[in-house]
């Protein structure tokens, strides 16, 4: 059995909770202005848009379930310890293929720059401090030199890379992504990754699963080159501070495609919304579990061994306290047993210009604490040699 972990309770919101807002009004763009009582004075909500009216994930289904990964897997390594726990996990999930989405830390730091403008005052956020630094000569050559669709083609090769290591049964196949961010709330960018989403989506008579493990482009785009698979997916998507968190937010996944981000709380009826601050940020790892855990233990094993050495001790010496957060396992654990997380139902909300949460229409559902204990005790038991 893995070591004994400290299970944490994520403070936060309870089931049952109110509602984000009272109401609010949206323009055909997928923004969204507030009319709530406390906002402007308005006394009944708007009615929800025809497309979010049911908007309740499915309960218990059957597993396993029909599921296409989307990841930047060569972003960070939470990644590839996400992937590893899919593909060992064959009773529950059905991989059907695993996407590569874009990335740029370019972009996202021009990003940061627009939204603190954007704000006008107040305090910068650390990593907006970061895109000060670095300058808008700086910011550019960075996107110039490894723009999104160099991250995308990076992410494909590293999750070339793990399905080489886990060698399963039925190899999914790794598809090609959007080589750039959506250009608007309107306007898709199509890729072989879209389509593959769009083709999954209507192939069978179950849902499909989409956990979105980096932006949302691909998702996004598949949901607006056909918007009649809206209700035959369910999305599960990782990023950011809760939902009525008052912060300006600056989560990677959120706003590396911050249109995409939109069009998902926008377009995506059956959505699962996992913050990242707060509730996937628990899920924290040090390298001498992996080590005892993983090292030694097959070609996967010792591939996430690896690369835990190298964020973690790239010196090759063992810090005590020195963990990583495994955040992009919080949508895996829930496909696997929704019983890992706890959720409610809450207002949908939306990302401004200056990154700061803004109610929008209709409702969803939304994460507020994670059993870290479960989730690491299933997935270093499947490494196991000795498990039946």
């Given at each position: 059995?893995?070591?004994?972990?400290?299970?944490?309770?994520?403070?936060g919101a309870a089931a049952g909770g109110t509602a984000l807002v009272a109401g609010c009004t949206?323009?055909?763009?997928?923004?969204?202005?507030?009319?709530?009582a406390e906002t402007s004075g308005a006394t009944s909500p708007t009615p929800v848009p025809a497309e979010l009216a049911d908007t309740e994930l499915p309960e218990a289904p059957e597993q396993p379930l029909r599921v296409i990964i989307d990841s930047d897997a060569a972003n960070e390594i939470d990644d590839q310890f996400a992937l590893a726990w899919a593909l060992m996990a064959p009773e529950a999930l059905q991989i059907e293929a695993i996407t590569a989405a874009p990335f740029s830390f370019g972009d996202y730091l021009a990003g940061l720059l627009a939204a603190q403008e954007a704000r006008g005052e107040g305090p910068a956020t650390p990593f907006e401090e970061l895109a000060v630094t670095t300058g808008s000569e700086g910011i550019e050559k960075l996107r110039s030199d490894a723009g999104a669709g160099a991250g995308m083609s990076a992410s494909l090769a590293e999750i070339e890379r793990v399905l080489d290591a886990a060698a399963p049964v039925n190899r999914p196949p790794a598809v090609p992504g959007s080589e750039s961010f959506?250009?608007?709330?309107?306007?898709?960018?199509?890729?072989?990754?879209a389509t593959a989403i769009i083709e999954a989506a209507h192939a069978g008579d179950t849902p499909l699963y989409v956990p979105v493990l980096g932006a949302a482009t691909n998702v996004a785009s598949a949901l607006l080159e056909d918007p009649t698979i809206a209700d035959r997916i369910v999305v599960v998507f990782v990023a950011g501070f809760p939902s009525a968190s008052p912060q300006v937010d600056e989560s990677f996944n959120?706003?590396?495609?911050v249109n995409a981000s939109r069009v998902l709380f926008a377009k995506a009826p059956k959505l699962l919304y996992i913050p990242g601050y707060g509730v996937s940020e628990t899920l924290t790892t040090p390298k001498v579990e992996v080590d005892a855990y993983?090292?030694?233990?097959?070609?996967?094993?010792d591939l996430l061994a690896e690369l835990m050495a190298r964020k973690v001790a790239p010196d090759g010496r063992t810090v005590p306290g020195n963990r990583r957060v495994m955040w992009d396992m919080a949508p895996i654990a829930w496909l696997i047993d929704q019983g890992w997380l706890s959720t409610f139902r809450t207002g949908r909300g939306t990302?401004?210009?200056?990154?700061?949460?803004?109610?929008?229409?209709g409702e969803m559902t939304e994460a507020f604490q994670i059993d870290d204990v479960a989730v690491f005790t299933d997935f270093f038991a499947r490494f196991d040699p000795d498990r039946g």
């Open positions: 059995m893995p070591l004994d972990r400290r299970k944490f309770i994520v403070g949206s323009a055909d763009d997928g923004t969204a202005s507030t009319t709530t959506l250009p608007s709330v309107t306007e898709p960018v199509p890729s072989a990754a959120l706003l590396g495609d993983l090292a030694g233990r097959g070609a996967l094993g990302i401004r210009d200056d990154h700061r949460w803004e109610p929008a229409p």
